[in-house]
């Protein structure tokens, strides 16, 4: 029996589109410190007030994008789960959430009392963020800390311009780009802009905006989340063979007050549809499964708000979910995955 298990890891959905659900995803999505990263009371503070209005706003979103078998974002990682098994020949393939179920703690102890002692965390994350990656290695480190677990724990490191992932991003998304259109619009998951510039190992990078994006040093772009997006736009329309202005780069799903990464996917929707485009095709690169972000943010209140700003068609791209190639690809970079030390 082979013992080098796989763990992959996405960000997780609320058990049921009940506000009484949604309010507990929220309430421990939100208090994550890589989430808000705000002192305790404060982020309590805040969190407290979001989850006055929010969870049945949530649950009304949820609602609208939930399938028969449940959360889409659940049953997609499921389905890759399932591919992952056929492609991954090391050991047994399993899947955690880091918010909602199955947690990264179950998981973790389930494959350790199974006798695996050689473990690759995957987060599924193609660029760096402390609230996506940060917050995945960190539980893991603590599961494995806290119940004095002796393993040997290997990590997929981002993979923004992987050329498998690029490759895979490209076969997924070619029977869309062949068809006729205006623009193609790469919509990444927004971040605060301090999350940018605390990482920022020059002190001095994410002052002048996006502009430096694109000549980040390595120490830079290693941490920087908006450098990293762009890295994958750049690569995915290289591929594709994508001429300049043909496409753009937008940052969505802000929350609250503070100022986020720009360009805004929905001023950017406004924008190209008041510039004449009539068609317009938007992928999600931040994500490798639909979710609510894509699916319902996206593909529902997107494509309404396009229209009503004088567009005429909004299609969205799906995500990578369970196509094969993907598997393939990520069962690369996942054997290249570094031990942890």
Not at 243 to 255: H, I, M, N, P, T
Request: charged residues 25%.
């Amino acid at each position: 029996m082979t013992d080098h298990a796989l763990l992959l890891v996405n960000l997780g959905s609320p058990a049921s589109t009940s506000v009484a659900d949604v309010r507990s995803y929220l309430n421990q999505f939100l208090m994550d410190p890589y989430v808000i990263d705000l002192p305790w009371p404060l982020r309590r503070l805040l969190v407290s007030l979001i989850l006055i209005k929010r969870p049945e706003q949530s649950a009304h979103a949820y609602a609208s994008i939930w399938w028969e078998e449940g959360s889409p974002l659940v049953v997609l990682s499921r389905r890759l789960q399932a591919q992952m098994t056929e492609t991954w020949k090391h050991g047994p393939v399993d899947l955690a959430m880091r918010y909602g179920e199955p947690s990264i703690e179950t998981c973790l102890l389930r494959l350790v009392k199974a006798g695996h002692r050689k473990i690759t965390l995957a987060p599924l994350y193609p660029q760096f963020a402390d609230s996506t990656t940060t917050t995945v290695i960190e539980e893991a480190r603590r599961v494995l800390r806290e119940n004095k677990l002796d393993v040997k724990l290997s990590i997929l490191q981002p993979f923004y311009d992987q050329p498998e992932y690029i490759e895979a991003l490209a076969a997924s998304a070619r029977p869309h780009l062949q068809q006729d259109y205006d623009h193609l619009l790469l919509s990444f998951h927004g971040l605060p802009e301090r999350h940018l510039t605390k990482l920022d190992p020059t002190g001095k990078h994410c002052l002048k905006g996006a502009d430096c994006c694109q000549t980040a040093s390595p120490a830079v772009l290693a941490t920087c989340y908006r450098a990293q997006c762009f890295r994958t736009a750049a690569a995915f329309a290289k591929t594709m063979g994508l001429a300049d202005g043909k496409w753009s780069v937008s940052f969505q799903s802000r929350l609250g007050r503070a100022k986020w990464i720009e360009p805004y996917t929905e001023a950017r929707l406004d924008e190209l549809a008041k510039s004449g485009v009539k068609k317009i095709l938007v992928m999600c690169p931040a994500f490798v499964a639909d979710c609510i972000e894509t699916l319902e943010e996206i593909g529902d209140r997107g494509k309404e708000q396009f229209r009503e700003a004088g567009g005429e068609e909004l299609v969205l791209v799906p995500c990578l979910n369970d196509d094969p190639q993907w598997a393939r690809a990520l069962a690369t970079l996942c054997e290249r995955a570094p031990l942890s030390l």
